[in-house]
């Protein structure tokens, strides 16, 4: 398959614009997700594992097969950025999504998300296996080496963070309690920064514009999320840590 540049190029872009839009949208309203979800919706809802499977897997999916259908794959640094890639999302389709005690989440919240994670696994995938290029040492280079580390710990803070938010009920319970321990010390929405720091370090390692707007549109997608949970719990409870900030240790 030839490089489609035109198209990486405009998808590129409209993660970046469609990020910064959502980012606005975000600072005046709620997305309907989660702890923000109208229980008294008529909307049609599904339930959160399956919702979870469903919107994940075609961020896995195209990649893979896109990955099949290529004749080859020169250069090490390229395969560890795929299977890095398809890594967060093979995690996140085939064991978070089992494990999840969210909430349902709404028939459009999903489809919105399917659409999007179908369209940017095609833009990683493509680039990376059609387009970009590096040269032989790539996966000796300094922002090759950081990024990864920095995309591993991300991704460790993550499922971690994960870990603690399902555990913070006893079987039966339905209120919400204060995360403690791991990055929940330092700041309110440690998943998020978790998979923020993924996205950033994955740009770094793979140094090329669809990545950087991918870690662009997380940052402006998840962040306002964090900053609304950060304020959720300040108003909830008294007695939560005024130290702890919404998304960036000691900053934000």
Known sequence: MLCQENTIHYCSWTFVVGGLLHLLHQITSHIPYGRYVNTKSTAMMVPAKAGWFIQ?????????????????????????????????????????????????????????????????????????????????????????????????????????SDYILRNLRKPGEVSYKIPKGGMFELVSGANFFGEIVEWCGYAVASWSFPAFSFALFTICAIGPRAYHHHRYYLEKFKDYPKSRKAVIPFLL
């Not at 259908?69 to 890639?85: A, E, M, V, Y």
């Not at 919105?112 to 493509?126: D, K, M, P, Y």
């Open 56 to 160: 994940e897997l075609p961020s896995f999916l195209v990649p893979v097969l896109l990955f099949l259908t290529t004749d080859s794959l020169p250069g090490i640094g390229r395969h560890l950025l795929l299977w890095t890639f398809c890594l967060h999302y093979f995690q996140r389709t085939f064991v978070y999504s089992l494990l999840t005690k969210g909430r349902q989440s709404p028939l459009h919240i999903v489809v919105s998300a399917v659409i999007f994670c179908s369209v940017n696994g095609f833009l990683q995938g493509h680039h990376m296996l059609h387009c970009t290029q590096y040269h032989s040492g790539w996966h000796r280079d300094t922002r090759f080496i950081t990024g990864l580390l920095m995309f591993f710990t991300g991704m460790a803070i993550n499922i971690h």
